[in-house]
């Protein structure tokens, strides 16, 4: 429809120009939107797929409200968009203000990319931080799943577009955990340490961020590295098939234009890294117990340690019920055990982290059946892993879908990489949702009070952890006064 709309049942999605576009005339508008929506997609995912869904979303409503992530960073389109809502309700817009309030986001595209908006929303500290719908346009598709709106690639018609949309229309907001993740090592004497991605990965989807000199987490002589989650964090040969995976695609991409082929590619992968036959093709010292030393920290200021059995070769962090394509992990313990080992059902807004581990493929085939699930290891507020001189020349790490090969300092010295909680972010759900609250267990609920991190500590050490360095773009002209947007 380009930048009009005529379709009244389209309208309460319809966002007019002149908030859209910095300089606009001021329009009269009649019509408040029920369910105002800015759109991104990664015209990149899904094949074709995403370029289609591209073209469908800017006909059906204003072009300017839908924004390939190719062209335009998400943070600066978030910006300039609340420093426009703010500046208009300082002069008494009834629209801006009822648009900041009921604003939804939609992003199409992988775990990745969901996961990239997901950090930029957290990191601009917005005045009412609108929740996030996810279309699965990637090949797991776990954030998607987790909270109802499937995991295969959905139609890229109008009619399918139209039908999403009144999805996000009667959708509930679910508040769900945020993890921050510091990853800091000794400079090397020779050779580098920076993540590697697979092949030219775009920046915008690098798992981990270098810090600047000026930041408050930056140390002298040290490389530091920090990045969010919302999903997942593995280390071992689950990150390893899936940077097979990556890498593959990004070398062959006429190869990967169908989620099925995509799946069965990833499964061959699987097969040739050696984790379906671990004991023979990977080696015991790449075993997480000899690669790591993993401490965990239930209780503020608690540090203990947490023993990983010799055959384990991939530890999963899990936030979602959803890995690998829909597979949840956890599961559900029983109650005896759940009471003699202090385990609780996995909740995405409790505070803790599920941390599991996977000997090989076919243990992990284990969650195929009703009552499957991978080797509980612990649920904390907080987890550290410490690699050692010696351990191996590097390893493999993937955040939400998107992985990286770690190289490890060959000096004396120790990596470090620690996981913490820290607040939460809201997510839209349909009734199908997989997730649940630990407010309300027949989940998904409405409006939630966000709750306070259950481990007390200084602003200080609050403010230097804050960000995910999904947004460093982000900053207000200097003339604009932040007070107008509160």
Not at 302 to 316: A, F, G, M, N
Not at 358 to 364: K, L, M, S
Not at 381 to 401: Q, S
Request: hydrophobic share 35%.
């Amino acid at each position: 429809m380009g930048d009009t709309i005529s379709d009244n049942s389209l309208k309460d999605f319809y966002i007019p120009n002149y908030i859209l576009v910095p300089g606009s005339k001021v329009e009269d508008v009649s019509h408040v939107p029920a369910c105002p929506v800015i759109v991104f997609i990664n015209s990149k995912s899904g094949g074709q797929l995403g370029g289609e869904l591209l073209v469908s979303y800017r006909d059906v409503l204003n072009k300017n409200q839908v924004f390939d992530l190719g062209e335009k960073a998400p943070d600066k389109v978030l910006h300039q968009l609340y420093v426009t809502l703010g500046t208009l309700k300082y002069s008494g817009d009834i629209l801006a203000t009822e648009i900041e309030k009921r604003l939804r986001i939609i992003v199409a595209g992988g775990d990745g990319t969901a996961s990239w908006l997901l950090g930029v929303v957290c990191d601009l500290k917005l005045p009412q931080p609108p929740p996030i719908a996810t279309v699965p346009l990637g090949t797991g598709n776990n954030l998607p799943f987790s909270f109802g709106w499937g995991k295969k690639n959905p139609g890229t018609d109008r009619q399918s577009v139209e039908f999403f949309l009144n999805q996000v229309k009667i959708a509930k907001e679910m508040k769900i955990d945020s993890w921050h993740i510091i990853m800091r090592m000794r400079a090397p004497k020779e050779g580098s340490c920076d993540p590697i991605a697979p092949l030219e990965l775009p920046h915008s989807l690098h798992a981990f961020h270098r810090v600047s000199q000026t930041d408050t987490l930056n140390r002298e002589g040290y490389h530091t590295f920090r990045g969010g989650f919302w999903n997942y964090f593995s280390i071992g040969m689950d990150a390893q098939v899936s940077y097979a995976f990556h890498s593959e695609r990004k070398l062959h991409p006429e190869k990967f234009k169908n989620q099925l082929v995509n799946q069965s590619t990833y499964l061959k992968l699987g097969c040739t890294q050696g984790w379906f036959c671990a004991s023979l093709f990977h080696p015991s010292s790449r075993n997480i117990a000899h690669l790591t030393k993993v401490r965990i920290m239930k209780r503020q200021g608690q540090w203990e340690d947490l023993k990983i059995p010799r055959s384990i070769r991939s530890i999963v962090c899990l936030n979602l019920p959803s890995f690998s394509g829909g597979l949840n992990p956890w599961g559900t313990p029983h109650r005896k055990k759940s009471h003699d080992r202090d385990l609780t059902p996995p909740y995405v807004d409790d505070g803790v982290i599920e941390i599991v581990g996977f000997r090989d493929a076919w243990h992990g085939l284990v969650l195929l059946s009703p009552n499957g699930h991978g080797t509980r290891l612990a649920q904390a507020n907080r987890i550290r892993f410490e690699f050692h001189k010696g351990a191996a020349d590097h390893t493999f790490m993937r955040i939400d879908g998107e992985p990286w090969k770690q190289p490890l300092p060959v000096d004396d010295d120790t990596v470090v990489v620690e996981i913490s909680h820290l607040g939460q972010v809201s997510m839209l759900a349909t009734p199908n949702c997989r997730s649940k609250s630990v407010h309300d267990p027949s989940s998904p609920v409405g409006h939630l009070d966000e709750e306070e991190d259950s481990a007390e500590e200084s602003m200080e050490d609050w403010e230097e952890r804050r960000k995910f360095g999904a947004a460093d773009t982000f900053k207000f002209p200097d003339e604009f006064d932040i007070a107008h947007l509160s």
